[in-house]
């Protein structure tokens, strides 16, 4: 659901920062450089030509940074967002991480790499990412047993529990299964899932967009808080400008697989220079145009 423009006032309010820049951070050095990055997928059937998701796309990252990418549906952004996890390969450019190119590790080599537990993925929908036979604690303990390496049961479920209370998920609610989970509680699983490895960069692939708008204020709440509080950098993945404005200080907006536009948020949301940044600026609904929207109540957390 597209949160209202009201809803995410509410949210900057109670961030207690201003609306426009409720992140800012000192300039950092570099964590992630992401250099002339390409994806092309195969074309079906035999005079089909190869599809290029991803064309030359550049960025950084600073340490405890947060950078937002914007485009409508198949301009590339979840294909980017897969490439630099390591989900898919890429098919040229570079993903330097701490001076590490993993772009050039495959995908299942990747999977055994120690930068594996420092990047972390929390998908759009993550009921659907979570396994329906495991519980939300065992969902949590996996990627502590997988990437951690921790083998002690009664500390894996310590550590399942204090992940559990940061993310302000109820530990009664361990025990239960997803189907159920309400879809903010399985936000939840899903963001303690991708802290279980105590990683640097979370790249957050439309994290709130299946939620009705008081919870998607919640989840946004408590990233805000996150960030803050373990020195994460993002990379969020969204559709909706008005959560990038409020998330993000820097923003790329991609338009058939490359970047028309980047820069500061407060700049290139304020006044875009390509005919595309703003036309997707023109169709954000304004708060005069829902005059009978009703503010967002944030959930405790």
Known sequence: MR???????????????????????????????????TKSFKGRGW????????????????????????????????????MISRLIDNTGGSIVFE??????VSPSSFVHRPERRRI??????????LT??????????????????????RQIRLKVEALATSVALNPELLNRYPHQLSGGQKARVGISRALASAP??????????????????AILKLLHR???EFGLAYLFISHDIEVVRLMCEDVII????????????????????SDYGRELLEAVPRLNDRKHASSAMIAPS
């Not at 405890?64 to 590339?76: A, I, K, R, T």
């Not at 001076?99 to 050039?104: C, H, K, N, Q, T």
């Not at 972390?120 to 659907?128: I, L, P, Y």
């Open 99 to 104: 001076g590490i190119d993993i772009g050039a």
């Open 200 to 217: 640097d960069l979370l790249i957050l692939d439309e994290p709130t967009a299946a939620l009705d708008v008081s919870v998607q204020a």
């Open 254 to 273: 991609m338009r058939l697989g490359r970047v028309v536009e980047q820069g500061p948020t407060r700049q290139i949301l304020k006044a875009p220079q």
């Open 120 to 129: 972390q993925h929390v998908f759009q929908d993550t009921g659907e990412n």
């Open 3 to 37: 949160s209202s423009p009201t809803g995410l006032r509410c949210i900057a309010s109670i961030l207690d920062r201003p609306f426009s820049a409720a992140f800012r951070c000192v300039q950092a050095p570099a964590m992630l450089k992401v250099s002339r990055l």
């Open 47 to 82: 005079r089909s030509h190869d599809v290029l998701a991803v064309d030359d796309v550049n960025f950084e990252i600073a340490r405890g940074g947060s950078l937002g990418v914007v485009g409508e549906s198949g301009s590339g952004k979840s294909t980017l967002a897969r």
């Open 132 to 153: 329906p036979h495991l519980t939300a604690g065992a969902a949590i303990a996996d990627p502590i047993r997988r990437l951690v390496g921790l083998a002690d049961e």
């Open 226 to 228: 996150l960030r803050r």
